[in-house]
């Protein structure tokens, strides 16, 4: 159950952003199906496919594109990851598929767009980022900028404003009886986070030298520091009365305070200050310390760390997924039950409900198997 339950949606199967589209869908409440080829990963191995139902079709086999095309015809949504021109040749292209149904939503998520000289050339989010200005912007060390995960370009520019653009387009289609492409390129996506940024930079704001500005690690009121345990902790002190905070905890109010806290060439001895003071205690002190604060100081914690946080534990942050514990959907919706919102199924192959679904037979899905257009 979940604000689009009704929804429709057919995912052909890839990887990264796409099918954390497809799962975010799902946790949405869309009845997500998955096209996958005949070499399919086992459930084990498939982690974003929560909340998900497949079938094996072996697209390049005679017959193929006909099948998918009676799945989407009773379906809102499309989305698929290749790069431009796979599905055409598939016969399975936009056109093909908004033939049979006008009103379909077809998103289509790359790393380049389905145009422009790069379109057809291969990446990863790392490229895409670096293009964008979004990882030459972070501070790194001899090995160049920090590479930040994968969570920018694949999940955040990439899958998220797939799942955006779908449904803002399925709601014009509510209003026009017309469906349309939306065309997701994860260096596009990359380069809308980096809104704030670019405006700063070219305002003045910002320089072009990594971790030397105020929320890359400059200002030593937003950055991590060393505990006497060697463990880490995250501060975010911006804002004057949470800085004012900070510095009264430190017990360095008498030589920083509102007035000094973004005088620049303070920084130096402010950062030094912190460091000494963070340096003569562990980590678990400091959380205690500001355990009711809003100095804005937390733990950087491990991934098994947060798994066990209770902090998480008391919001049900995470949920049990076949053999794996992974995040819970989000965000949370107040006509969802709590139990909904946790109740996350594994991936499911129902090859043979799908083809009862658009009207295929015993018999005829017996023939589809035994032809290898339908892999059981």
Same mark, same amino acid.
């Given at each position: 159950?979940?604000?689009?339950?009704?929804?429709?949606?057919?995912?052909?199967?890839?990887?990264?952003?796409?099918?954390?589209?497809? @799962?975010?869908?799902?946790?949405?409440?869309?009845?997500?199906?998955?096209?996958?080829?005949?070499?399919?990963?086992?459930?084990?191995?498939?982690?974003?496919?929560?909340?998900?139902?497949?079938?094996?079709?072996?697209?390049?086999?005679?017959?193929?594109?006909?099948?998918?095309?009676?799945?989407?015809?009773?379906?809102?949504?499309?989305?698929?990851?290749?790069?431009?021109?796979?599905?055409?040749?598939?016969?399975?292209?936009?056109?093909?598929?908004?033939?049979?149904?006008?009103?379909?939503?077809?998103?289509?998520?790359?790393?380049?767009?389905?145009?422009?000289?790069?379109?057809?050339?291969?990446?990863?989010?790392?490229?895409?980022? +670096?293009?964008?200005?979004?990882?030459? +912007?972070?501070?790194?060390?001899?090995?160049?900028?920090?590479?930040?995960?994968?969570?920018?370009?694949?999940? #955040?520019? #990439?899958?998220?404003?797939?799942?955006?653009?779908?449904?803002?387009?399925?709601?014009?289609?509510?209003?026009?009886?017309?469906?349309?492409?939306?065309?997701?390129?994860?260096?596009?996506? +990359?380069?809308?986070? @980096?809104?704030?940024?670019?405006?700063? $930079?070219?305002?003045?704001?910002?320089?072009?030298?990594?971790?030397?500005?105020?929320?890359?690690?400059?200002?030593?009121?937003?950055?991590?520091?060393?505990?006497?345990?060697?463990?880490?902790?995250?501060?975010?002190?911006?804002?004057?009365?949470?800085?004012?905070?900070?510095?009264?905890?430190?017990?360095?109010?008498?030589?920083?305070?509102?007035?000094?806290?973004?005088?620049?060439?303070?920084?130096?001895?402010?950062?030094?200050?912190?460091?000494?003071? $963070?340096?003569?205690?562990?980590?678990?002190?400091?959380?205690?310390?500001?355990?009711?604060?809003?100095?804005?100081?937390?733990?950087?914690?491990?991934?098994?760390?947060?798994?066990?946080?209770?902090?998480?534990?008391?919001?049900?942050?995470?949920?049990?997924?076949?053999?794996?514990?992974?995040?819970?959907?989000?965000?949370?919706?107040?006509?969802?039950?709590?139990?909904?919102?946790?109740?996350?199924?594994?991936?499911?192959?129902?090859?043979?409900?799908?083809?009862?679904?658009?009207?295929?037979?015993?018999?005829?899905?017996?023939?589809?198997?035994?032809?290898?257009?339908?892999?059981?």
């Amino acid at each position: 159950m979940g604000p689009l339950q009704g929804i429709r949606v057919v995912e052909m199967a890839g990887i990264g952003p796409a099918p954390f589209a497809g @799962m975010m869908l799902a946790d949405l409440g869309a009845t997500v199906i998955r096209i996958d080829p005949p070499k399919r990963p086992g459930i084990g191995a498939d982690l974003m496919g929560r909340g998900k139902r497949a079938i094996a079709i072996d697209a390049k086999k005679p017959g193929a594109s006909e099948l998918i095309l009676r799945i989407v015809d009773r379906s809102s949504i499309l989305i698929e990851g290749f790069r431009p021109g796979v599905m055409e040749r598939l016969g399975l292209g936009p056109e093909q598929l908004m033939a049979v149904n006008p009103r379909l939503i077809y998103g289509r998520m790359t790393g380049w767009g389905q145009e422009g000289s790069k379109a057809t050339r291969s990446g990863h989010d790392i490229n895409y980022i +670096s293009l964008s200005g979004v990882l030459g +912007s972070i501070a790194g060390s001899e090995h160049g900028p920090t590479i930040p995960l994968n969570l920018v370009g694949d999940f #955040g520019g #990439g899958g998220m404003l797939l799942v955006a653009g779908v449904l803002a387009a399925l709601i014009e289609s509510h209003r026009t009886g017309r469906g349309q492409v939306v065309d997701a390129a994860m260096v596009d996506g +990359s380069l809308l986070l @980096m809104t704030m940024i670019y405006s700063m $930079f070219q305002d003045g704001g910002w320089s072009a030298a990594p971790g030397g500005n105020l929320l890359d690690g400059g200002a030593p009121f937003y950055r991590n520091y060393r505990t006497k345990d060697d463990r880490w902790l995250a501060v975010g002190a911006l804002e004057p009365q949470f800085f004012n905070e900070l510095v009264t905890t430190l017990g360095v109010g008498d030589r920083f305070n509102v007035k000094n806290q973004y005088d620049h060439q303070l920084w130096p001895e402010m950062e030094a200050a912190f460091e000494k003071e $963070f340096a003569g205690r562990s980590r678990s002190d400091w959380e205690e310390v500001f355990a009711f604060s809003d100095a804005c100081v937390t733990p950087v914690l491990t991934m098994g760390e947060s798994l066990e946080h209770p902090f998480h534990q008391e919001r049900g942050s995470f949920v049990k997924v076949g053999g794996f514990t992974q995040p819970a959907p989000a965000p949370r919706f107040s006509h969802q039950t709590d139990e909904d919102r946790r109740s996350r199924p594994e991936l499911s192959y129902d090859s043979r409900g799908i083809l009862e679904e658009i009207g295929v037979d015993r018999d005829e899905a017996d023939a589809l198997c035994a032809q290898g257009l339908v892999i059981e």
